[in-house]
T-cell receptor, first 112, second 114 residues
Framework: QKEVEQDPGPLSVPEGAIVSLNCTYS??????FMWYRQYSRKGPELLMY????GNKEDGRFTAQVDKSSKYISLFIRDSQPSDSATYLC????????????FGTGTSLTVIP | DSGVTQTPKHLITATGQRVTLRCSPR?????VYWYQQSLDQGLQFLIQ???????AKGNILERFSAQQFPDLHSELNLSSLELGDSALYFC?????????????FGDGTRLSIL
């Protein structure tokens, strides 16, 4: 079983829609959670970084962590065509070594 | 712009050859991480250096090695290259040594083995 599971999509939504991207994980020790956006032929760009459970909001983006369910989400409000990219989740723990474990990414297309 | 610089952007070489990928971390960051990204595997952690010392090892092949220099730039050396080594290689940097700080990625080196 992979440490982190992420539906690869592809996900296609109309402009202005609310997008929900999700990851599940198996290791209950994970404490730190990140979301990255990756455009084609570019490196992953950090969107959100959270610690433990709860919500964090930054502009149109909201990251949500539910440690009891081992489930994290990224919500994108008022989605724009420029949000079309692959979204990667990542997570790690001080108890599992100095590395983050990445999901394989969800491909999102926002249609104008 | 993340502030992490990777060179070269593209590399094309043949099986059996050796290549060196270079990474300059963000100003002030002491940790450098190397990742391999292929279509079917996603981002695979290879190795981490912190302030010149190896700190963590992931799924790095014995044919691969890395080092971090006193000026904190890092190099990833890939030798006896095989077709399966074709991938995107990313470098990321962070200010600390562990997972308590986020990682910032460069734009990668695309390695193609012919």
């Amino acid at each position: 079983q992979k440490e982190v599971e992420q539906d690869p999509g592809p996900l296609s939504v109309p402009e202005g829609a609310i997008v929900s991207l999700n990851c599940t994980y198996s290791n209950s020790a994970f404490q730190y959670f990140m979301w990255y956006r990756q455009y084609s032929r570019k490196g992953p760009e950090l969107l959100m970084y959270t610690y433990s459970s709860g919500n964090k909001e930054d502009g149109r983006f909201t990251a949500q962590v539910d440690k009891s369910s081992k489930y994290i989400s990224l919500f994108i409000r008022d989605s724009q065509p420029s949000d079309s990219a692959t979204y990667l989740c990542a997570m790690g723990s001080t108890y599992t070594g100095n590395q983050f474990y990445f999901g394989t990414g969800t491909s999102l297309t926002v249609i104008p | 712009d993340s502030g992490v610089t990777q060179t070269p952007k593209h590399l094309i070489t043949a099986t059996g050859q050796r290549v060196t990928l270079r990474c300059s971390p963000r100003s002030g960051d002491l940790s450098v991480y190397w990742y391999q990204q292929s279509l079917d595997q996603g981002l695979q952690f290879l190795i981490q250096y912190y302030n010149g010392e190896e700190r963590a090892k992931g799924n790095i092949l014995e044919r691969f090695s890395a080092q971090q220099f006193p000026d904190l730039h890092s190099e990833l050396n890939l030798s006896s290259l095989e077709l399966g080594d074709s991938a995107l290689y990313f470098c990321a940097s962070s200010s600390g040594s562990g997972v308590g700080q986020p990682q910032h990625f460069g734009d990668g080196t695309r390695l193609s083995i012919l």
